[in-house]
């Protein structure tokens, strides 16, 4: 379906399932990431699924972070592959703690990755794909772009700046024949969801604990299902699919019940 997806973040979690999928329905793929070695381990998992020699397959070390950088990478894509109709921004990270213990710098970085990533991505690929009139844009974002969620003040703003850069970009570049999704994913069991339990507090840890976990590969199944279908909002089960719809009348209710979690908590400690 798709000849050419670029996926940032690519390297491992929901982006490389992704990846994988896409190879076995003989997409040609460009994945960006920061980590070289990662990259390459990656592309062997991903080579590994392809189902014609034909089929290319390339890693472009790249912080997504620096406007510059992803400039440099899509047109690098661009130029040994094609012009790319698939692009899913899944680069992200998440440092959870308690607000007044954080950095400033980690609230400054995980905007500049999550969102400022994922924008300048969008800004360096939308000219290549507006040439061809066509196109689709797909961006994680969260549950937690759905609703803040204690323990997450770096992580939630971000991504509920990429639903909002989703839902604005949304009407404008239909009328340039792309399309534009916004995933929001439960918990998924990832590299970078092990990384967050180590400093996650244990409030958050008993909120999140709530909403179940879902494998990456059965994660990237659902993603992709919705992007064929080019929904805009892709909200894989049951849950995100209620949080999207109702979030507004849900989050009263859905605040108080993490409120009585952190109080039952902090009584435990």
């Known amino acids: ?12 979690g929901i982006g490389k399932e992704i990846a994988k999928l896409l190879a076995s329905q003989g997409t040609n793929i460009s994945i960006i990431a920061r980590n070289y070695q990662k990259l390459e381990a990656a592309k062997v998992e991903i080579t590994a699924n392809v189902v014609n020699l034909e089929q290319k397959i390339i890693t ?15 047109y690098q894509a661009t130029k040994e592959i094609g012009v790319p109709d698939l692009l899913i921004t899944a680069a992200g990270i998440s440092y959870p703690g308690y607000f007044r213990e954080l950095p400033i710098e980690i609230f400054e970085e995980t905007m500049a990755i999550n969102y400022f990533g994922s924008l300048y991505s969008v800004r360096a690929i939308l000219p290549v794909m507006e040439q061809q009139k066509k ?29 909002g850069l989703a839902e604005s970009l949304r009407g404008e570049l239909k009328l340039s024949g792309i399309s534009v999704s916004v995933v929001y994913p439960p918990d998924t069991d990832t590299p970078q969801l092990e990384e967050e339990n180590k400093t996650k507090p244990l409030e958050t840890k008993y909120i999140t604990a709530t909403s179940g976990l879902w494998s990456a590969p059965d994660m ?9 279908k080019k929904s805009f909002v892709i909200a894989p089960g049951l849950e995100m699919t209620l949080l999207d719809k109702l979030h507004s009348l849900l989050a009263p209710i859905i605040q108080w019940y993490m409120d009585l979690i952190v109080i039952k908590t902090l009584k435990k400690g």
């Not at 379906?1 to 491992?12: D, K």
């Not at 937690?144 to 639903?163: C, D, E, H, N, Q």
């Open 220 to 228: 990237a199944v659902e993603i992709l299902r919705g992007v064929r």
């Open 135 to 163: 196109g689709q844009i797909v961006m994680i974002s969260s549950g937690a772009g759905l609703i803040g969620i204690y323990g997450y003040t770096p992580y939630s703003p971000s991504k509920f700046a990429i639903r």
């Open 1 to 12: 379906m798709w000849q050419h997806a670029i996926i940032t973040g690519g390297s491992s």
């Open 60 to 74: 472009i070390s790249t912080n997504v972070a620096n406007r510059l950088e992803v400039e440099n990478a899509i």
